[in-house]
């Protein structure tokens, strides 16, 4: 069983106390987003929707916790909708791969297409925050499939007109993912390795899947309070070193 780290989070987080959906729990950085959000004092109550139980809920769920449970994603959004109280943020760190899609067409059906219309779904019921896991490179016009899939996704949500939304752009996610990716574990590997060398060797192009995850929550709290740098106020977009930032401030 995931144990959730307990943390010490800034007083400006306890202003507004907070409810908060979250799809794609159970994946490496969802499941941090997950533990993170238990873990504040901020967060009252935490609602997941995902295909299977997130391991922190398996055996005594937290109190604070709910979760919605099911292999058809088309009953996703309706599930959203018919959250009581309405979620005043909601987060999106759901995504799939090319192979487990069984090509990239599918690929983009499932992560573009679920990820729209979640947030569809979000906004109508009166979501104000909308938090999303990208990736770096993210964009509309890429000749990247990927990339260009991904740059869609920010544009298409950012096109819905939530008050706020927070974008994450993180480089490669350092962690342990349950599924095999041979490629990106080695990549992942000299990640690692150049971080025990020096942080600064590693900082810039990869983030722990932990620190993605807080970071995720302390912007996605700061945002609901308009606690945002200027010229964010409707969209605010974190890199690499922004992520290190509020990552770090979230696990303090």
Known sequence: MTKCISRHFPPAQLHNMSNVALV??????GSHILNSLIANPAVTRVDTISRRTPPVASGSPPAKLTNFVSTDTTTWASQLSSLSPTPSIFISAFATTKAAAGGFENQY?????LNVELAKAAREAGSKVYVLISSSGANKDSNIAYTRMKGEIEEDIKALGFER?????PGLIAGTREESRPLE????????????????LKDGWAQEA????NAAVVAGLKA????????SEKVWTLFGSDIMQYGKEGSQ
């Open 185 to 200: 574990a080695g990549i992942r590997f000299i990640a690692n390795w150049a971080g025990k060398v020096h942080s600064g």
């Open 165 to 169: 939304m927070v974008i994450l752009r």
């Open 109 to 113: 059906k499932i992560e573009h297409g």
């Open 210 to 213: 932990s620190v993605i995850g």
């Open 24 to 29: 794609g729990a159970t994946g490496m950085v």
């Open 224 to 231: 609901l309070e308009g606690d945002v740098p200027a010229g």
